[in-house]
């Protein structure tokens, strides 16, 4: 298995330097958040990571979880390092100080995500769904449920799940057939059966609290009639102890590709007794106003495999001995030279790490906006941040998840057949990065959501978030000296995206269909320009500091160098994806489906 190390000088780089984190400390609630004590909870979460979470992925992987009698035993170790992570209260890092949490800031979380990410996947899992749940309850459930459950989800002692997916419903929640009927004491009897339910069953937590979706009788039809429950896995007493076992039990778990150490269960909820959240009928309501957090989740796990690949492909590049430089050998004391002075193999490297720093930049920025969006006390600058998260959401999370498969799959290609096999641990990290493009509403879904609802919201009010901004900081910077150069590729890719949004706007109007069509491109074509801006925006951090005694270890040097290879190497693609856009559905719409 690779080493892991986390990033930490481009997490600082990231936070203070290029987005001013100072400024979410200036937030009322956030004011404890200083560089003072931020950066020594980077470098704990560091130190877990690799010390404690890493050591574990390929064991894990490879023993995958135990299902016996409804019992799942998750693999050697687990249990051990959750006790390490819940010790050291990080499982409540993100959470309401008023119920035992940290408070800490998403955009501090949203790193300390990335280096468990990196280090075990299917380890995050757990917490991860934990914390999903612990946001639904805390934004939705009465004082009394937020009182019986969230002080434990937050100290880790118990988990938490999100129960969608049924055998017949994935993305299409309105077929959900899960019953919920309401009984004379206020409570619902739910009774139903849910697929894929991640941490449905496992042995780190004394109890599970579900959050299951479910349709209460003779309610609207479709997504309409959906309400949202709490059933926990064993009821619980008034004086919080746990009393008899609940009606909801795992069945089996999946046999899967990847996060083999996750626990992916089907879920029987026999009468189970459960309890509403929010109100009846309004489940997805409720869903959607955490849909943003969970997606940025699962984007920032895509950024976590992908810089867990990159780590592992640079160190085999510098050390695996084969051929000679086109341009004469480069070590001719050595029988051969390593794989990193080859082209083609340092156009692997440098787009992994284009891709890589330009995500974090990217998620940085959006998980700051998250900040403003939850503490900022001016309502104009709150409804600006999320404006800006909900445009961006769905390209973070189908960009960063394609980017995270597409890195690791570039790791095995450097270690060749090495990679193939198993002894390496970079096939793990394909395995495992595929399903963060499925769950959590697959990539395509992400594109729809981007133009059909994100785009023409509020007469475009959205997109204005994102485009202002790059437009005004192109009209101040094109003519620069040194900066202006990376600014008119940046321009240039800009007027493409504007000019594909006039377009979808136009056609999609009165042919969804070709809106469809044109969604996917425009997604990435938009991930390819944030993330231009992201890196034209770092660029004029690091030139005055490039070459300087503050610059010892190059890093400013190299933070221009990878934009120079995304400028000149990445970014052209943004006029392939316009001029697929231009194309237009018929080619595909026209096919007859017989004809497949
Ligand atoms: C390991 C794992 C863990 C999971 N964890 C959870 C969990 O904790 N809780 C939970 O509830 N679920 C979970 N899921 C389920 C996951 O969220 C679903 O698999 C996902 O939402 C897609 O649903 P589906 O598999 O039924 O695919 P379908 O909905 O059948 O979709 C199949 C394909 O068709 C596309 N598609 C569908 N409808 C449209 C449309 N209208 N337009 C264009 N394209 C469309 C989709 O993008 C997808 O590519 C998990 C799944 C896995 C494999």
Redesign the pocket.
């Known amino acids: 298995m690779p080493a892991y190390t986390a990033p930490l000088r481009d997490m600082r780089f990231v936070l203070y330097e290029l987005h001013k984190g100072d400024a979410v400390a200036a937030l009322p609630g956030f004011e404890e958040m200083t560089r003072d004590l931020v950066e020594p909870v980077l470098e704990e979460a560091a130190k877990l990571a690799s010390e404690v979470l890493q050591p574990l992925n390929a064991s894990g992987d490879l023993e995958g979880c135990h299902f016996e009698n409804g019992v799942v035993r998750t693999p050697k170790g687990f249990k051990e390092a959750y006790e390490t992570f819940k010790e050291g209260g990080w499982t409540g890092i993100a959470c309401d100080p008023a119920y035992g949490g940290q408070g800490l800031p998403t955009s501090v979380n949203m790193l300390v995500e990335e280096m468990m990410s990196s280090a075990n996947l299917s380890f995050g899992m757990y917490p991860g769904?934990t914390h999903g749940a612990y946001k639904a309850i805390h934004a939705h459930g009465t004082e009394e449920l937020k009182a019986i459950y969230l002080p434990k989800m937050v100290d880790g002692t118990w988990g938490g799940?999100?129960?969608?997916?049924e055998p017949h419903c994935?993305?299409?929640l309105g077929l959900m057939r899960t019953k919920a009927v309401p009984q004379e004491d206020g409570s619902y009897k739910i009774t139903g059966t849910?697929i894929?339910?991640?941490s449905g069953e496992h042995d780190l937590t004394e109890n599970i609290i579900h959050l299951v979706l479910a349709k209460i009788p003779d309610g609207p039809k479709g997504i309409k009639g959906i309400s949202l429950f709490v059933v926990p896995k064993f009821l619980v007493k008034e004086d919080g102890s746990l009393g008899a076992r609940n009606g909801a039990a795992c069945g089996a778990i999946?046999h899967?590709m990847g996060?083999k150490a996750s626990s992916?269960c089907v879920m029987n909820f026999d009468e189970a007794k459960g309890w509403l959240i929010g109100e009846e009928h309004k489940g997805m309501r409720a869903m959607f106003t955490m849909m943003n957090a969970a997606r940025q989740g699962v984007a920032v796990q895509g950024l976590g495999v992908a810089e867990a690949a990159y780590q592992g492909a640079v160190a085999y590049a510098k050390e695996r001995l084969q051929g000679r430089s086109l341009s004469g050998a480069k070590y001719p004391d050595k029988p051969a030279d390593p794989l990193i002075v080859h082209p083609d193999i340092r156009r692997m490297l440098l787009t992994m790490r284009a891709n890589i720093e330009g995500a974090r930049a990217l998620g940085a920025w959006v998980s700051q906006a998250l900040d403003f969006q939850t503490n900022s006390p001016d309502a104009q600058a709150r409804q600006d941040a999320e404006d800006l998260v909900a445009i961006l959401t769905p390209v973070l999370k189908a960009h960063f998840t394609d980017i995270g498969f597409e890195t690791a799959n570039l790791g095995v290609q450097i270690f060749g057949g090495h990679g193939y096999i198993r002894d390496h641990g970079m096939e793990q990290l394909v395995r495992d990065a595929r399903?963060t493009q499925?769950?959590?509403?697959?990539n395509?879904?992400q594109a729809?959501d981007l133009v059909g609802r994100k785009m023409p919201a509020h007469a475009g009010r959205l997109l204005r978030q994102f485009f202002h901004p790059v437009s005004e900081f192109i009209a101040a910077h094109q003519n620069d000296e040194q900066l202006g150069p990376f600014v008119q590729n940046l321009a240039k890719s800009f007027g493409r995206l504007q000019q594909a949004t006039l377009h979808i706007a136009r056609v999609g109007m009165g042919k969804p269909d070709e809106a469809g069509a044109a969604s996917y491109d425009y997604l990435k074509l938009f991930g390819l320009v944030a993330t231009a801006f992201m890196w034209a925006r770092m660029v004029q951090v690091a030139l005055p500091l490039a070459g300087t005694a503050e610059d010892h270890d190059g890093f400013y040097k190299a933070k221009i160098g990878t934009a120079r290879f995304f400028f000149d190497r990445m970014l052209p693609e943004s006029g392939a994806r316009l001029s697929a856009i231009l194309a237009g559905g018929k080619s595909m719409m026209e096919f007859e489906d017989s004809a497949f």
Request: no cysteine; proline share 0%; glycine share 12%.
């Open positions: 769904l799940t999100m129960n969608l997916t994935g993305t299409d849910k894929f339910i991640s999946e899967k996060i992916t399903i499925i769950y959590e509403g697959a395509g879904i729809l």
